[in-house]
């Protein structure tokens, strides 16, 4: 893998330079979604093999699928904040809970229709799931109640709704209307942010306070989270075929997306600057997360089958 000859010796500290390991067995196709779990000792990753992989992110070592219920693509992926459980969703339009320690699909969410599931995301005390796909609704789910059905649907999105997190009271959704909207649960209110491109996915910076969104112009942008003011923009991954998960990296200094050309780029937060650049995937990079505990570690996942762990 080659960095950029241009690159200085600061911007090659920014990310780690090498692939400590490249995970693709047993996958097999794309990997579409990945993460870390809460700790960082493991990782989550999901794709067109319709399972979910549990790796060992010290070792490695593949630990765990989890298998069956899905009967197409893996587009989405949650953990709990507890860490015993997670969610996964994709292309046949159910939501499944996971039991991360016993391998089995404790309930199915049915609700979806159209195409498919795109986005989970847990609520802070995990109460909540939110659930959103193509059919243009994002839908809100009780997992701690026996009832199967939402407990609130939403449905302002004008087309599919391609990402969505929660902070706090505040649920934010993207949508490939060109829309980042925000709901307060508490206010049962709603804002929405007019981007007027198509937004593949979000990211929330660790102090809360800013919004990354990955679009498909092959352009990120960075919003304040209070008043949805435009703060910055990042260019030079190709994005607009593929939904490329983002992430902050170096206690919100960096952007770090990676590209339809295979690369991974990063990106000054405050002056925009591209930076340090890494090469490895042979096809469009699906996801990208820093690791929670270990500033120097990275994880990417990609279109060429490999999910990578990066040091």
């Known amino acids: ?34 993460m870390w779990s809460g700790t960082g000792e493991y990782a989550l990753s999901g794709g067109h093999d ?16 989890y298998t069956g219920p899905h009967g197409r693509e893996v587009r989405a992926l949650a953990l709990s904040p507890s860490g015993h459980s997670f969610a996964s969703a994709g292309g046949d339009r159910g939501v499944f809970l996971w039991d991360v320690l016993g391998g089995e699909c404790t309930r199915r ?26 059919d ?8 701690r109640a026996a009832s199967r059905e ?18 706090d009271a505040a649920i934010y959704a993207a949508s490939m209307d060109g829309c980042v909207r925000c709901y307060d649960v508490r206010q049962a209110s709603r804002a929405t942010d007019h981007i007027a491109v198509p937004v593949a996915a979000l990211c929330l910076s660790a102090d809360g306070q800013c919004l990354l969104l990955s679009c498909f112009d092959s352009t990120l942008r960075l919003l304040d989270c209070s008043s949805g003011q435009l703060l910055n923009e990042y260019h030079g991954a190709p994005a607009r075929a593929f939904r490329m998960q983002p992430c902050f990296a170096r206690d919100d200094a960096l952007v770090v997306s990676g590209g339809e050309d295979g690369t991974i780029r ?20 699906t996801a990208v997360q820093w690791q929670p505990k270990d500033q120097g570690a990275m994880l990417s996942a990609g279109v060429d089958g490999t999910l990578r762990i990066w040091r």
Do not use: I
Not at 2 to 31: C, I, K, M, W, Y
Not at 50 to 62: D, F, I, P, T
Not at 266 to 285: F, I, T, Y
């Open 50 to 65: 319709r399972a979910v992989h549990l790796w060992n992110a010290a070792s490695g070592a593949h630990v765990k699928a």
């Open 150 to 167: 939402a407990v609130q649907s939403l449905t302002d999105a004008r087309d599919a709704v391609t990402a969505v997190l929660f902070r």
């Open 266 to 285: 990063a990106w000054d937060l405050v002056s925009g600057k591209e930076g340090a650049r890494r090469e490895g995937h042979s096809g469009a990079v």
């Open 1 to 34: 893998m080659a960095d950029d000859a241009g690159e200085s010796a600061t911007d090659a500290s920014l990310l780690p330079t090498r692939a400590r390991f490249v995970l693709s067995s047993p996958h097999s196709g794309s990997v579409l979604c990945a």
């Open 109 to 134: 969410l049915r609700g979806h229709e159209q195409l498919g599931v795109n986005a989970l995301a847990y609520s802070d005390d995990g109460g909540l799931l939110a659930s959103a796909g193509y």
């Open 136 to 143: 243009q609704v994002l839908r809100l789910w009780d997992v």
